[in-house]
């Protein structure tokens, strides 16, 4: 069954810094998530990734996947405060519907 | 913009007792989930809802685990006779074609004691 590790498992950055999280999977990426949750709460859909070399930007935050790897990062640029949480990566493998997740990677930020 | 919502937000019920988690998902969608997370853990699918039937089930989901869709707008999942390893924040998702992304709810945190 395919495992998605990522990394860090937990990031403290001074706000204003640039940052970024990885996502490795065991098996070939078809669809890959980032999603953010914020403490004891639901998910945030950030982006979907669907073929290699895609990259995609929502305001500070860029996704890219690197389909040779099976790895996907986030970068997200001059980090605020309202970026914490919990980034999780989500897969789900070619002609299956449910998702994957990682463990989730904490992000703090400090003011 | 469309949200799934979930009712209620927190549960806390005894072992043994029947629970019923409800969830409004996204009104034009056709495809539905359920998923859990046990606190510190990873999210992990449940169930997938399809045309009126399940589509594919996770070795969780067993006998104890049902899902209905009673009527047009609700979905929900019931937990016949809940045990205390059933505690978890379950989340609802949906989407409207294979295609799309899930959205999920907020989850309803189930404690059982």
């Known amino acids: 069954s395919q495992e998605l590790e990522q990394s860090p498992q937990s990031l403290i950055v001074q706000e204003g810094k640039n940052l970024t999280i990885n996502c490795t999977s065991s098996k070939t990426l078809y669809g890959l998530y980032w999603y953010k949750q914020k403490y004891g709460e639901g998910l945030i859909f950030l982006m979907m990734l669907q073929k290699g070399g895609e990259e995609k930007s929502h305001e500070k935050i860029t996704a890219k996947l690197d389909e040779k790897k099976q790895q996907s990062s986030l970068h997200i640029t001059a980090s605020q405060p309202s970026h914490a949480g919990i980034y999780l990566c989500?897969?789900?493998?070619?002609?299956?519907?449910?998702?994957?997740f990682g463990k989730g990677t904490r992000l703090h930020i400090l003011p | 913009e469309p949200e799934v919502t979930q009712t209620p937000s927190h549960q806390v019920t005894q072992m043994g007792q029947e629970v019923i988690l409800r969830c409004v998902p996204i009104s034009n969608h056709l495809y539905f989930y359920w998923y859990r997370q046990i606190l510190g853990q990873k999210v992990e699918f449940l169930v997938s809802?399809?045309?009126?039937?399940?589509?594919?089930k996770s070795e969780i989901f067993d006998d104890q685990f049902s899902v209905e869709r009673p009527d047009g707008s609700n979905f929900t999942l019931k937990i016949r006779s809940t045990k205390l390893e059933d505690s978890a924040m379950y989340f609802c998702?949906?989407?409207?074609?294979?295609?799309?992304?899930?959205?999920f709810g907020p989850g309803t945190r189930l404690t059982v004691l």
């Open positions: 809802f399809y045309n009126n039937e399940i589509s594919e």
């Open positions: 998702a949906s989407k409207r074609t294979w295609l799309d992304t899930q959205y």
């Open positions: 989500g897969a789900d493998n070619e002609g299956d519907d449910k998702i994957i």
